[in-house]
């Protein structure tokens, strides 16, 4: 290895990269074509080659430093045997070798020009392939025999190798758990993510949004949710996997997510993203068709208030998270798992906190996300949008109309509500910007918070975090972590075990 290469890795590995020139490699990924298919990295460049359904394919990327973990054998450099070949290097356009993949090839020709070593390699190697096979079969089948007895502490033997996350034997609730402890915090690696969703079998439509379809699929027997872009949509596509990849974002209040993968058939390109699968569906459908108990209620609005307090949450250090704002928050965007708690989704429009340039990572539109929940600054266009917080006060806005939603719909002493959606009663199904601004700017109208909610202590809570989350001027508003620790208290007050 010449000696720049080698002074390159250890600058790499010893974290002092910034104050090296950025290394350039070649990309084949869609979003480099416009920067002529060649990207800039502080990490490394990888060059991979598979096999798909019996096609070669050829990937040209850059790898994040951040992202090479573990040192020393990084996720994103690993091959996987017979399925991909990679190679991570570190000297500008290392990349653009195409790696073959390793199958012994016995072609005409094969053999003439070899001597003495290449010969008994060639007799010796099937030989030797034929024993680690039939090594291999004997050890499966032990393994499979020991597998019931002795999952567990199979689990986290060897979190590095591709064996890990693909056995035959994983089930999905084994794959998001080494997930959860493969250490990059990120995600699982990119041959991982897409082999899993190139394996999932699509079942009904459950769903449909801004961007195309959510489908149930199943994968080796479990469900997962796909959510399908259309091609014109990469971009979307693109960034909303970007925002679930952020490090350290996994959350039991935040959808959990498992593959990002883009399929080209040919004539179009598939963009699919694979995340758990909640049978419940949406807070918006849960609400409609059912009430909820006062426990019920404080469950789904903790829950809620936790996963915005996470999402908004910074957190410092090399395996820390930046503080994420969501900008379309509303029951619809919300899902609710098997155990009555919510889980955040859609994150396709979320803006991350760059907290050291003070920047937001994507140039900021106005006006995004859904009329009916947009905070009165940001229908009157006034959000100061350099200040990255005040996206999270407007998220805040958004929170409280969904508690008004769940509220409502809270079965005390018997009572409850039909479900409505805020401001139903002011503004027509489907309003303009301009109606919704004569409502909640000019009228400064919010929705109605019934008297007789005083009399139960919890509807009482509630209906006071909501006026605290309405307020016209945004830096009044509660923070999510404010709320979550009145709605902790609530629920112990209320004796609830949450
Ligand atoms: N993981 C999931 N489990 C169950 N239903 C889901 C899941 N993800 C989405 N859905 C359903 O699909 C709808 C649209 O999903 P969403 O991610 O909000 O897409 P869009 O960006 O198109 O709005 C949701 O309102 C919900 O009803
Ligand atoms: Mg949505």
């Known amino acids: 290895m010449d000696p720049r290469q080698i002074l390159r890795i250890l600058i790499v590995l010893s974290g002092l990269n910034g104050v090296c020139d950025a290394l350039l490699c070649n990309c084949t990924a869609p979003h480099c074509e416009r920067d002529g298919f060649k990207c800039e990295t502080n990490g490394a460049c990888v060059a991979s080659t598979s096999v798909i359904e019996g096609q070669e394919q050829h990937v040209r990327l850059c790898i994040h430093k951040e992202k090479l973990v573990p ?40 053999g003439q020009d070899w001597g003495p070593v290449e010969l008994t390699a060639v007799v010796a190697g099937p030989v030797f392939v034929l024993c680690v096979l039939v090594l291999l079969g004997l050890f499966l089948f032990q393994h499979h025999q020991r597998a019931y007895g002795h999952r567990q502490r199979l689990e986290v033997e060897d979190p590095s190798t591709e064996h890990m996350f693909l056995a035959k034997d994983k089930t999905l609730q084994d794959l998001i758990y080494d997930l959860s402890t493969s250490g990059s915090g990120s995600g699982l690696p990119l041959f991982v ?9 699509l079942q009904e439509i459950i769903g449909k949004g801004r961007f195309g379809e959510v489908w149930r699929g199943k994968w080796r027997g479990g469900d997962v949710a796909v959510k ?19 490090i350290m974002l996994r959350h ?66 090399t395996q820390g998270k930046p503080g994420i704002a969501h900008r379309d928050l509303k029951s619809k965007n919300i899902l609710v798992k098997k155990n009555c708690t919510c889980a955040i989704a859609d994150l396709g429009l979320a803006v991350r906190h760059e907290s050291i340039t ?21 229908l009157e266009e006034s959000i100061n949008m350099r200040h990255f917080d005040s996206f999270k006060c407007a998220d805040i806005y958004a929170l409280g109309l969904v508690y008004w939603e769940i509220a409502r719909r809270c079965n005390a002493g018997g009572i409850h509500e039909e479900y409505q959606l805020p401001y139903y009663d002011l503004v027509p199904s489907d309003p303009s910007i301009e109606e919704m601004r004569k409502v909640v700017c000019d009228q400064r109208l919010r929705p109605n918070i019934p008297n007789w909610w005083q009399s139960y202590e919890a509807l009482r809570v509630m209906g006071k975090i909501m006026r605290e989350c309405w307020y016209a001027n945004g830096a009044a508003r509660l923070t999510a972590l404010r709320i979550k620790k009145t709605l902790s208290q609530l629920s112990v007050d209320e004796d609830l075990k949450i």
């Open 228 to 246: 399908i872009f259309s091609s014109r949509e990469e971009r979307s596509w693109f960034r909303e996997a970007e925002i679930y990849q952020t």
């Open 71 to 110: 040192p020393g054998q990084p996720f994103y450099c690993l091959s996987a045997e017979g399925l991909m070949n990679t190679h991570c290097c570190y000297t500008d356009y290392c990349n653009s070798i195409d790696l073959r993949l390793p199958i012994v090839t016995n072609g005409p020709g094969a």
């Open 193 to 201: 993510q897409r082999t899993v969703a190139r394996t999932i079998v």
């Open 252 to 317: 039991e209040n935040i959808l959990g997510f498992i593959a990002a993968d883009n399929k080209d058939n040919g004539t179009w390109t598939q963009l699919w993203l694979v995340s758990d699968y909640h049978e419940n569906g949406s807070l918006f459908d849960y609400l409609n068709r059912y009430s909820v108990t006062i426990e019920g209620m404080i469950k789904l609005a903790l829950s809620a208030a936790s996963g915005l307090a996470h999402l908004h949450m910074e957190i410092l250090g």
């Open 358 to 378: 003070d920047t937001i990572d994507i140039a900021p539109n106005q006006r995004v996300g859904t009329k009916r929940y947009m905070a009165p600054e940001v």
